[in-house]
């Protein structure tokens, strides 16, 4: 599957080139990838591999930064917190 212009996680991963959690600051290593560095198909199977092992990116309207990032162990502290 190509990359998908109106998928937040593939958007997300395009703009910022990388998935950094907004609260604890770890980022999501991805290195295992046919693809050409800073391709689209490289960041579409970087976002579609942050999405499948639990991140979450939620979009924003009207801020700076687009998307709020948030790791896996910090979607869980979030959902705990609800």
């Keep these: 599957m190509p990359y998908d212009e109106k998928d937040p996680f593939d958007q997300a ?21 046919q693809h050409a560095d800073g391709s689209d198909d490289f960041f579409h199977e970087y976002a579609q591999r942050a999405k499948q092992i639990g991140w979450s990116v939620i979009p924003r309207e009207g801020q700076s ?8 162990v910090c979607v869980a502290k979030h959902e705990t917190r609800v």
């Design 13 to 33: 991963a395009w703009w910022f080139m990388s998935f950094t959690c907004e609260d604890c600051g770890t980022t999501l290593e991805y290195q295992q990838s």
């Design 65 to 72: 930064a687009e998307w709020q990032i948030l790791c896996p």
